[in-house]
């Protein structure tokens, strides 16, 4: 006999409200044989056809007017491959039946992805192109454990949640189906019956493609395959090598001048990538290029965390990008954001009606800043989506190295609140345990799985040991962004020179600490926005004291211990602050007057000085690389240091920040000989007044300085220079 799913079963399917409709729907054994249920909404005839001989074996009877078809086949016993031959509208299709297949997952993914120790969750969960028995299609897996009912929808079933609800695997909270015949390109959605009851559309959190704004699917998209890394790539990336990153916001770098338009992808690789190379960076370090929603955001509030943003271009696009930079000799930097995310509705917030991704105390999962969610970082999977997402990018798109967004924000559950908005942590302190757990958890596992993976952070506290490895209580990031540097230097230099005497220690202070970590000295995207002007703005005097003081600065930071950073338009004093809706102001390179075009010969002499002085990096997180040699010469505001590489060849650097000439200035020296001048930013090259030392300078045996031999120097105004001796 037929065992016939009763009325009040057959109600609750169509809709949606019936949990497990693979134990209805498919090919079951019953006492009379076989017995195949199809819910095929408004279809008007089904047959059963035998895969291995063609025939049909046996017509469906609609058992409900909506589209619930029944049929026995009494002389079989064993399941067997079949497809259904069905009519909609006067139309034949013959399709397979996504209810025969099996259960996807295997046990040891269930248990790596419930533990949080799953390396690359992204191999599973999202869509996956696969065949399955022979059959093409695409395996869907999505965790929603508190949802009623996951449907996957799309182009492919008319957007229509009753056709193919998804099988839930209750030990892990993972709903799946095999869906046969869906193709690469395709749109799709998860429709989710929450545990309000309510139906909402959401995007896969996994999806490897998602639609442009406005629009919100998710694509079928292949898995990108493994990039191999080179040795060169991860020695290009270590504490002993140059570093120079450029920072780039892809939309506002340059613009197609007809039509204000973004360039692809295509055409970054081409013009970027030679303007990169051309201006001597050896990175390039891109903010947020994950799927988002809002523009204005500039990429850190992203959505589709496994997804290349389609502005641009398609993820073949952006790989083949990257590839380029590799080829170039450039390595790439990825600005990552595992910090908060927006709460759009078609994204993670209330993802299945509960507070899945998020944490649900509003003191705890709202950040007031930005008007986002923070991610539970105490939940396995959320901690194995934002991980997996970090090897996602650095293996299957050879990213180099991450970024990662204002770590403050989550080491800290009372960030940018008042006393009584914040909840502390088990022990009563302010520090987000699970957070930091995360950050030591992801770090450590790149750096053993991934080797030549680096992270680099964006932390703008004192919190301790930020580049520590963690087993030494500290974070596990390779460099940390030195915020307390740039903000002290940039506040000196926005002095009057007759005033800078005041605030001399300024630009020493930085020292005092710079051993406690691996710093990048950044001047980022954040200084040149929300009213702060551009870095040439905040320089005082007349249009001349104003390049000339840029240019000095330049030169303190690229001889200063530590990486550097700059960002895009500030190599060539980008006079306006930046504006993500429009391009760079290139034409400012044109100008007559050679200021901008100057600055910008001067970034690029800096970056390849750099690469060719070991001096200037080799040592950079070691004592012995550097020694002061004028410290406290305040009422002349100048400053002289040495750097030193690995074999104790020595490089001196002398920056003048006052508009007087210094003739005669005397400095002591531990290495007597003949020196050269090498890079001077008040050359004429640059647009300076072309003073300095030219051709050999001679060191004399007169103590200065707490040494028994010195140098006799012309210190140009507003200007730093590079001496290097010879021999």
Same mark, same amino acid.
């Given at each position: 006999m037929s065992v016939l799913p009763d009325q009040h079963v057959i109600n609750q399917i169509f809709s949606g409200h019936y949990a497990d409709p693979f134990s209805v729907l498919g090919m079951h054994q019953v006492a009379a044989g076989l017995e195949v249920r199809a819910l095929l909404p408004d279809a008007s005839q089904v047959w059963v056809i035998d895969t291995q001989s063609g025939k049909k074996v046996a017509e469906l009877a609609r058992r409900d007017?909506?589209?619930?078809?029944?049929?026995?086949?009494?002389?079989?016993?064993?399941?067997?491959?079949?497809?259904?031959?069905?009519?909609?509208?006067?139309?034949?299709y013959r399709l397979d039946d996504p209810y025969r297949f099996g259960?996807?997952?295997?046990?040891?993914?269930?248990?790596?992805?419930?533990?949080?120790?799953?390396?690359?969750?992204?191999?599973? #969960? %999202?869509?996956?192109?696969?065949?399955? &028995? *022979?059959?093409?299609?695409? =395996?869907?897996?999505?965790? +929603?454990?508190?949802?009623?009912?996951?449907?996957?929808?799309?182009?492919?079933?008319?957007?229509?949640?009753?056709?193919?609800?998804?099988?839930?695997?209750?030990?892990?909270?993972?709903?799946?189906?095999?869906?046969?015949?869906?193709?690469?390109?395709?749109?799709?959605?998860?429709?989710?019956?929450?545990?309000?009851?309510?139906?909402?559309?959401?995007?896969?959190?996994?999806?490897?493609?998602?639609?442009?704004?406005?629009?919100?699917?998710?694509?079928?998209?292949?898995?990108?395959?493994?990039?191999?890394?080179?040795?060169?790539?991860?020695?290009?990336?270590?504490?002993?090598?140059?570093?120079?990153?450029?920072?780039?916001? #892809? %939309?506002?770098?340059?613009?197609?001048? &007809? *039509?204000?338009?973004?360039? =692809?992808?295509?055409?970054? +690789?081409?013009?970027?990538?030679?303007?990169?190379?051309?201006?001597?960076?050896?990175?390039?370090?891109?903010?947020?290029?994950?799927?988002?929603?809002?523009?204005?955001?500039?990429?850190?509030?992203?959505?589709?965390?496994?997804?290349?943003?389609?502005?641009?271009?398609?993820?073949?696009?952006?790989?083949?990008?990257?590839?380029?930079?590799?080829?170039?000799?450039?390595?790439?930097?990825?600005?990552?954001?595992?910090?908060?995310?927006?709460?759009?509705?078609?994204?993670?917030?209330?993802?299945?009606?509960?507070?899945?991704?998020?944490?649900?105390?509003?003191?705890?999962g709202y950040h007031q800043d930005w008007n986002t969610l923070i991610y539970n970082y105490g939940r396995h999977e959320v901690r194995n989506y934002l991980a997996g997402n970090a090897f996602y990018w650095i293996e299957r798109y050879g990213i180099d190295a991450l970024r990662v967004d204002a770590v403050a924000s989550m080491?800290?559950?009372?960030?940018s609140r008042a006393e009584g908005e914040w909840v502390p942590n088990y022990y009563g302190g302010r520090e987000n345990l699970e957070a930091i757990a995360f950050l030591r958890y992801t770090n450590q596992t790149l750096g053993k799985e991934l080797p030549g993976a680096v992270t680099l952070a964006e932390e703008s506290t004192d919190y301790p040991g930020v580049t520590l490895p963690p087993d030494s209580n500290g974070l596990g990031f390779h460099y940390k962004w030195n915020l307390g540097w740039m903000h002290d230097t940039l506040n000196y230099l926005k002095n009057d020179p007759v005033h800078r005497k005041h605030h001399h220690d300024l630009l020493t202070f930085g020292m005092l600490y710079n051993y406690t970590e691996n710093f990048v000295l950044p001047l980022s995207h954040d200084e040149v926005v929300h009213g702060k002007g551009s870095l040439l703005d905040r320089m005082p005097g007349d249009a001349w004291q104003q390049f000339a003081n840029l240019r000095a600065y330049y030169g303190f930071m690229w001889a200063h211990p530590g990486k550097k950073l700059m960002f895009m338009g500030c190599e060539f004093a980008q006079g306006r602050e930046w504006n993500f809706d429009t391009s760079l102001d290139w034409h400012l390179l044109e100008g007559h007057d050679?200021?901008?075009?100057?600055?910008?010969?001067?970034?690029?002499?800096?970056?390849?000085?750099?690469?060719?002085?070991?001096?200037?990096?080799?040592?950079?997180?070691?004592?012995?690389?550097?020694?002061?040699?004028?410290?406290?010469?305040?009422?002349?505001?100048?400053?002289?240091?040495?750097?030193?590489?690995?074999?104790?060849?020595?490089?001196?650097?002398?920056?003048?920040?006052?508009?007087?000439?210094?003739?005669?200035?005397?400095?002591?020296?531990?290495?007597?000989?003949?020196?050269?001048?090498?890079?001077?930013?008040?050359?004429?090259?640059?647009?300076?007044?072309n003073l300095g030392n030219q051709g050999e300078l001679f060191s004399d045996a007169i103590g200065s300085h707490q040494r028994e031999h010195s140098l006799l120097l012309t210190i140009p105004p507003l200007a730093t220079i590079y001496l290097i001796k010879e021999g």
């Open positions: 007017e909506r589209g619930f078809f029944v049929g026995v086949m009494p002389r079989r016993k064993k399941t067997f491959r079949y497809q259904l031959e069905v009519i909609w509208n006067d139309e034949t259960p996807l997952l295997q046990e040891l993914d269930i248990w790596l992805l419930s533990e949080g120790t799953h390396l690359r969750p992204y191999e599973r #969960l %999202g869509a996956h192109l696969s065949s399955l &028995d *022979n059959v093409d299609g695409v =395996s869907f897996m999505v965790w +929603a454990p508190n949802a009623m009912r996951v449907s996957v929808v799309g182009e492919f079933n008319f957007w229509d949640g009753r056709r193919h609800p998804m099988r839930f695997r209750k030990e892990s909270g993972i709903w799946e189906l095999f869906l046969p015949a869906v193709q690469r390109g395709q749109t799709y959605k998860y429709e989710i019956i929450d545990s309000n009851g309510n139906i909402v559309l959401k995007a896969d959190p996994y999806a490897f493609e998602a639609q442009m704004r406005p629009e919100t699917a998710s694509l079928v998209s292949p898995l990108p395959e493994k990039v191999a890394t080179t040795a060169e790539r991860q020695r290009s990336n270590d504490f002993d090598r140059p570093i120079s990153i450029y920072e780039v916001h #892809l %939309g506002s770098w340059r613009r197609h001048t &007809d *039509n204000n338009f973004w360039l =692809s992808y295509g055409e970054l +690789a081409k013009q970027l990538i030679d303007y990169v190379k051309y201006m001597g960076f050896t990175h390039i370090e891109l903010m947020p290029i994950n799927e988002h929603p809002f523009d204005g955001s500039w990429g850190y509030q992203p959505l589709g965390m496994y997804a290349p943003t389609r502005r641009f271009g398609s993820p073949d696009e952006f790989k083949a990008f990257v590839d380029s930079a590799h080829e170039a000799g450039i390595n790439v930097i990825l600005d990552w954001v595992p910090g908060h995310f927006p709460s759009d509705n078609h994204g993670l917030a209330q993802f299945d009606g509960t507070a899945l991704y998020e944490y649900a105390d509003p003191r705890e080491i800290y559950r009372d960030y050679g200021w901008h075009s100057g600055v910008q010969n001067l970034v690029r002499d800096l970056n390849h000085c750099y690469q060719q002085q070991a001096p200037l990096y080799e040592l950079d997180f070691e004592r012995q690389g550097f020694e002061w040699l004028v410290v406290n010469d305040h009422e002349n505001s100048i400053y002289a240091f040495l750097r030193r590489d690995k074999s104790g060849r020595e490089l001196i650097a002398v920056s003048n920040f006052t508009p007087v000439p210094r003739y005669g200035y005397r400095i002591g020296i531990n290495q007597p000989g003949r020196y050269r001048e090498i890079l001077n930013t008040d050359s004429h090259f640059y647009r300076g007044s």
